[in-house]
């Protein structure tokens, strides 16, 4: 079955530390993966996404994606966290004759402290 | 481009009422998709339409939902009648592929029934 896991559910940085998001992902065909940031109240933002070539990704926002083909990962990192990234992010995995008919994972919501 | 536009932002209805909600994809987007956000099940796609055509309902919860594309600017998604647990965030959202498989996502309908 196809499905996309988000292992935390919520993670704590200080600002200023260095983040990562995990993101694993089971998929039959070539994925094409993605990353969301979603504010409060707001809609889903594309902060990076990844098709082919180059396995590290460079998105918005300073954030960076490394896509792992034999651990099914595609993990989100930023080296240095900004109060403003307090958000819930969401890895989506989708295939390319589909526009966006994505299958999100359940999301991590990231709190930055002082 | 203003983006996906969806209205009402907000909308609050008895239990037994019907609901319609709309969107504008962004011009020139094959695609168009509806998903829900709910704290139980995340983001779940519920339908998508390619050149106005519905391809895949299989998401879509009951018979209490239809949706509809008359015209490439224009969508509804309508509930009849409304039930509680149909509580959620609704947003629409429009791609353009191949070359954009990402979905670009309106801000959401907040919908509650009480």
């Known amino acids: 079955a196809q499905s996309v896991t988000q292992p935390d559910i919520h993670i704590t940085v200080s600002e200023g530390a260095s983040l990562e998001l995990r993101c694993n992902y089971s998929y039959g065909a070539t994925p094409y993966l993605f990353w969301y940031v979603q504010s409060p109240g707001q809609g889903l933002q594309l902060l990076l996404k990844y098709f082919s070539g180059d396995t590290l990704v460079q998105g918005i926002k300073g954030f960076e994606a490394e896509f792992k083909r034999s651990q099914s990962s595609f993990n989100l990192r930023k080296p240095s966290v900004h109060w403003s990234d307090a958000a819930e992010y969401f890895c989506?995995?989708?295939?390319?004759?589909?526009?966006?008919?994505?299958?999100f994972g359940q999301g991590t919501e990231l709190s930055v402290k002082p | 481009d203003a983006g996906v536009i969806q209205s009402p932002r907000h909308e609050v209805t008895e239990m037994g009422q019907e609901v319609t909600l709309r969107c504008k994809p962004i011009?020139?987007?094959?695609?168009l998709f509806w998903y829900r956000q709910t704290m139980m099940r995340g983001l779940e796609l519920l339908i998508y339409?390619?050149?106005?055509?519905?391809?895949?309902d299989s998401g879509m919860p009951e018979d209490r939902f239809s949706a509809k594309m008359p015209n490439a600017s224009f969508s509804t998604l309508k509930i009849q009648p409304s039930e509680p647990r149909d509580s959620a965030v609704y947003f629409c959202?429009?791609?353009?592929?191949?070359?954009?498989?990402?979905?670009?996502f309106g801000q959401g309908t907040r919908l509650t029934v009480v």
């Open positions: 011009s020139g987007h094959d695609y």
């Open positions: 959202a429009s791609s353009q592929p191949p070359m954009n498989t990402e979905a670009f």
């Open positions: 989506a995995v989708g295939r390319s004759n589909q526009g966006g008919k994505l299958i």
């Open positions: 339409f390619n050149n106005n055509v519905p391809i895949d």
